[in-house]
């Protein structure tokens, strides 16, 4: 039987591999780039790690432990009031410079460079702090529920069942 008299259901399986690996590689060349420029670049990389843990397994090993250290950080930081009232705040601040960014305002006196400078990018960069801050919200208030109450050691967060 020749290769041309194969099924096509082969294909599909190669197809999903390819998509899943090309995701995986934009997720992290986005999150490298929100790393610098304004966005969620940790989630990004976590998330394009992720895919590509499905299918190597040095992937994997990176994984595992920066998704352990941010869970740890996540649940340190809806322990204490003041902790989560500042993300929230910090959260909002994103969010509305944002908005402000996306408006866009004159250029003040004080600008020693071209005006095209001033505030580049319009609502493509406005929008992409506004998002952040929407995740960061949503992120505050996943890991109230899920860890807030629970004691945090130095490597773990911990339920009260299960604290030694």
Same mark, same amino acid.
């Given at each position: ?31 490298? +780039? ?21 299918q190597y397994k040095w992937a994997k090993r ?11 950080? +996540? ?33 003040p006196a004080w600008w020693p460079i071209s ?50």
């Open positions: 039987m020749s290769h041309l008299a194969q099924p096509r259901r082969s294909f599909l399986p190669l197809v999903k591999r390819w998509a899943t690996e090309l995701s995986g590689w934009l997720l992290i060349t986005l999150g490298v +780039a929100a790393l610098i420029l304004p966005g969620p670049g940790l989630l990004f990389l976590v998330a394009g790690f992720a895919l590509l843990s499905m990176i994984l595992r432990p920066v998704k352990s250290r941010a869970f740890h950080l +996540a649940a340190k930081g809806v322990q204490t009031w003041p902790r989560i009232a500042l993300s929230t705040l910090g959260a909002l601040a994103v969010s509305s410079i944002g908005i402000l960014w996306g408006i866009g305002f004159p250029e005006s095209r400078w001033w505030l580049p990018g319009g609502w493509g960069t406005g929008v992409t702090l506004i998002s952040s801050g929407a995740l960061a919200i949503g992120l505050i208030v996943y890991s109230f529920h899920r860890f807030r109450g629970h004691k945090v050691f130095d490597d773990v967060a911990v339920s009260p069942a299960r604290t030694p």
